[in-house]
T-cell receptor
Framework: GESVGLHLPTLSVQEGDNSIINCAYS??????FIWYKQESGKGPQFIIDIRSNMDKRQGQRVTVLLNKTVKHLSLQIAATQPGDSAVYFCAENMGGGSYIPTFGRGTSLIVHP | DGGITQSPKYLFRKEGQNVTLSCEQNLNHDAMYWYRQDPGQGLRLIYYSQIVNDFQKGDIAEGYSVSREKKESFPLTVTSAQKNPTAFYLC?????????????FGDGTRLSIL
């Protein structure tokens, strides 16, 4: 398989558990945040996004929480499934009207059956 | 289905050779991007294009070149000046460069040195 998951922070969970993946962002002026999922050998896939005027947004089985005070973003996955195993990236748009996001290193999620 | 197609999936380069990675999108997006991904690292921006016949250098443009002659296409050439080209290359697009919307990615090209 591809090596994009090497040396990344890793979260191991059991199938059915809830997963929380964390991300610290760098710029207090960032106004838009995105979570992507990247499976081995594939490109990142959009999961959910949130704007800086919100602190929570829910999707199907996923919730993103934004804490602007401590510049922290988290992705919660409910009832984690083996198909959720992947590398998860957060990205921040640093504002100023231009969308060139900055990506974090990623977290590898391993779901055990 | 609309999407981004990158080809080839695997590519091998000989010393001193230029190689070109293809990226085509049928999403009618104005903005396109090229990223490089190395193991254990986030995505690093090589070049981006806001509109046809326009492109700008990203953070690691040295040793790379691009063109944007058509809205649908944004090929990346890895030149012989790029001394460490082995990486996973990802192409992305978005509706526009400005505004708050996510990027859509292709499935990448893995480039290796022979």
């Amino acid at each position: 398989g591809e090596s994009v998951g090497l040396h990344l922070p890793t979260l191991s969970v059991q199938e059915g558990d809830n997963s929380i993946i964390n991300c610290a962002y760098s710029n207090s002026a960032s106004d838009y945040f995105i979570w992507y999922k990247q499976e081995s050998g594939k490109g990142p896939q959009f999961i959910i996004d949130i704007r800086s005027n919100m602190d929570k947004r829910q999707g199907q089985r996923v919730t993103v929480l934004l804490n602007k005070t401590v510049k922290h973003l988290s992705l919660q996955i409910a009832a984690t499934q083996p198909g959720d195993s992947a590398v998860y990236f957060c990205a921040e748009n640093m504002g100023g009207g231009s969308y060139i996001p900055t990506f974090g290193r990623g977290t590898s999620l391993i779901v055990h059956p | 289905d609309g999407g981004i197609t990158q080809s080839p999936k695997y590519l091998f380069r000989k010393e001193g050779q230029n190689v070109t990675l293809s990226c085509e999108q049928n999403l009618n997006h104005d903005a396109m991007y090229w990223y490089r991904q190395d193991p254990g690292q986030g995505l690093r921006l090589i070049y981006y294009s806001q509109i046809v016949n326009d492109f700008q250098k990203g953070d690691i443009a040295e040793g790379y070149s691009v063109s944007r002659e058509k809205k649908e296409s944004f090929p990346l050439t890895v030149t012989s000046a790029q001394k460490n080209p082995t990486a996973f290359y990802l192409c992305a697009s978005s509706i526009a460069l400005r505004g708050l919307q996510p990027q859509h990615f292709g499935d990448g090209t893995r480039l290796s040195i022979l």
